[in-house]
Structure formats: structure tokens, C-alpha cells
């Protein structure tokens, strides 16, 4: 693969469950929910703002509103990068490989997990919210390939969303299901995938 595309949550970035309140790990597990919320796919998309979030947040999980812009707090205050994913990352820059990121996610997420070092190691990224289009449309693979000038053949994407895989997969990308839940398991057969096979 001359390229590599990764998803950044629950593939580049992750959290720990035992270290998050009760209300954010029931939060997570609506958000991630298949199909995931409408109201979070606008809210990647950048259509909208924190406090409409928030607030939908409120009338979802019947918590008052304060209790739920708090929620969103922890959520960007727990989320760290995945050492075995930045270690493949790494890894695979020292090989000579392009490395992109592709996700889903809105202005206050992207804009706070910026300070990660990792962010480093990209040779470019595209964020849902910077160009109002998201994961699975396929407008947003296009978009890819052509800025970054990519042969979709010769490009692997990943990611914890099979939906959004499949999207990709149909536009012609070379593609991997990274299982969030074991990072470590994942990070190997990738491993194994793009640096092994090399040797």
C-alpha cells in the first residue's frame, strides 16, 4: 500500500470505559449505536452547534442540560491517542508511507485533540466538519482521493465502522475493520498487513 487512511475515534484515539462517568459510557453507547444518531452525524457534519447538540443530548437522556454539556466535556477529557495505533502510525511513517486521517467529527472535538503529538505523523486530513460532508457518503471518499491524489487501489482505509468500510470499499479503497475494543489485535494484523509482508 502506498497509503494508508485511518479513522481517528476508536481507531487513532480511544478512551477507558472504568475511567468515565456512568452518564458518559451511557452516552457512548448511544452514539455508537448502529445506526449512529442523525443528530450526531449533523453535528460532525458541522450543521450543528454545541448547544443544539447539547441539548438534544438533554432530551435524549432525560438530564438536564447543564449535567449534559458536562458530558461532552468529559468526553473530549477522556479521550487519549491509542498507543498501539500511534506506534503502527509511526511505524509505517519510518517505512515511507502517506498517512492520512479521514473521520467524522465535529469543530470542538477536532479542534481540542489537535494538541495530540500524533497529529504530526499526518500528511493530511479531512474532518467531516471542515467540509460539511461525512462518513459513509461517498462524496467524502472522493474527496480524499482527489486532494490528497490518491489511486484508490493502492490505498488502505480503516476504521470501526463497517458502514462505513463497506462505503469505502465501494469506491474503490482497500479496506480493514479495526475492532475498537481490541486496538491491540487490530494493530497487529495490520502490522503483519502493511510492514511484515515487506520484510
Given at each position: 500500500m502506498k497509503a494508508v487512511i485511518f479513522d481517528l475515534g476508536g481507531v487513532v484515539l480511544s478512551r477507558d470505559k472504568k475511567q468515565c462517568s456512568n452518564d458518559l459510557v451511557a452516552f457512548l453507547d448511544i452514539i455508537h449505536s448502529m445506526p449512529t444518531p442523525t443528530f450526531w452525524l449533523e453535528f460532525d457534519r458541522g450543521a450543528l452547534?454545541?448547544?443544539?447538540?447539547?441539548?438534544?443530548?438533554?432530551?435524549?437522556?432525560?438530564?438536564?442540560?447543564?449535567?449534559?454539556?458536562?458530558?461532552?466535556?468529559?468526553?473530549?477529557?477522556?479521550?487519549?491517542?491509542?498507543?498501539?495505533?500511534?506506534?503502527?502510525?509511526?511505524?509505517?511513517?519510518?517505512r515511507g508511507a502517506k498517512i492520512y486521517a479521514l473521520s467524522n467529527m465535529s469543530f470542538e472535538?477536532?479542534?481540542?485533540?489537535?494538541?495530540?503529538?500524533?497529529?504530526r505523523q499526518f500528511d493530511g486530513e479531512i474532518i467531516s466538519c471542515h467540509c460539511n460532508l461525512i462518513k459513509?457518503?461517498?462524496?467524502?471518499?472522493?474527496?480524499?482521493?482527489?486532494?490528497?491524489?490518491l489511486v484508490p487501489a493502492e490505498t488502505?482505509?480503516?476504521d470501526d465502522k463497517p458502514v462505513n468500510t463497506l462505503a469505502a470499499a465501494d469506491f474503490g479503497f482497500k479496506v480493514f475493520d479495526f475492532d475498537r475494543n481490541n486496538p491491540e489485535l487490530s494493530c497487529n494484523e495490520l502490522r503483519k498487513m502493511l510492514l511484515e509482508e515487506s520484510l
Open positions: 452547534t454545541w448547544e443544539e447538540a447539547v441539548r438534544i443530548i438533554s432530551d435524549t437522556m432525560k438530564l438536564p442540560y447543564s449535567r449534559c454539556d458536562e458530558i461532552l466535556h468529559e468526553a473530549i477529557a477522556q479521550t487519549y491517542p491509542a498507543p498501539s495505533t500511534c506506534q503502527l502510525i509511526e511505524d509505517l511513517k519510518r472535538f477536532i479542534n481540542a485533540f489537535h494538541k495530540f503529538p500524533i497529529f459513509p457518503e461517498r462524496a467524502i471518499y472522493e474527496l480524499a482521493a482527489s486532494k490528497f491524489e488502505l482505509f480503516i
